[in-house]
Nanobody, 117 residues
Framework: QVQLVESGGGLVQAGGSLRLSCAAS????????MGWYRQAPGKQRELVAT???????NYADSVKGRFTISRDNAKNTVYLQMNSLKPEDTAVYYC???????????WGQGTQVTVSS
C-alpha cells in the first residue's frame, strides 16, 4: 500500500504563487509516475502535471509556463510550484502515484487552492 499526504494549499490573490508538496510512504517504488490533478466544483478531475522517476514531465496546456513539477526521489516527494495563479486555477488539487509495473494507482486526500481575483 501507498499513502500520499499533501500540503501547501491555501488562499492567494491572482498573480500570486503557491507550492504544493506530496509525500509518499509505504510500498513506493522508483518505477512510478507521480503527478497532480485538480477538480473544480461541478467539473471533472483533470490532469495538471506528471513526472516520472527519471524526471520526464507532462503538463496540461492551461498551466504550461506557469507551473513546474519536480520530485525528490530520496524523499519520495513531489512538488508543484504554481506561479502567476489565476482564479480559474481554483480547485481541489490531488496528488497521484501510478506504479508502472503493477498498474496500480493511489490518490491523496486533496488540498484546496483558492485564487481570488
Amino acid at each position: 500500500q501507498v499513502q500520499l499526504v499533501e500540503s501547501g494549499g491555501g488562499l492567494v490573490q491572482a498573480g500570486g504563487s503557491l507550492r504544493l508538496s506530496c509525500a509518499a510512504s509505504g510500498s513506493v517504488s522508483i518505477i512510478n509516475r507521480m503527478g497532480w490533478y485538480r477538480q473544480a466544483p461541478g467539473k471533472q478531475r483533470e490532469l495538471v502535471a506528471t513526472i516520472t522517476g527519471g524526471g520526464g514531465t507532462n503538463y496540461a496546456d492551461s498551466v504550461k509556463g506557469r507551473f513546474t513539477i519536480s520530485r525528490d526521489n530520496a524523499k519520495n516527494t513531489v512538488y508543484l510550484q504554481m506561479n502567476s495563479l489565476k482564479p480559474e486555477d481554483t480547485a481541489v488539487y490531488y496528488c497521484n502515484l501510478f506504479r508502472l509495473l503493477s498498474n496500480s494507482e493511489y490518490w491523496g486526500q486533496g488540498t484546496q487552492v483558492t485564487v481570488s481575483s
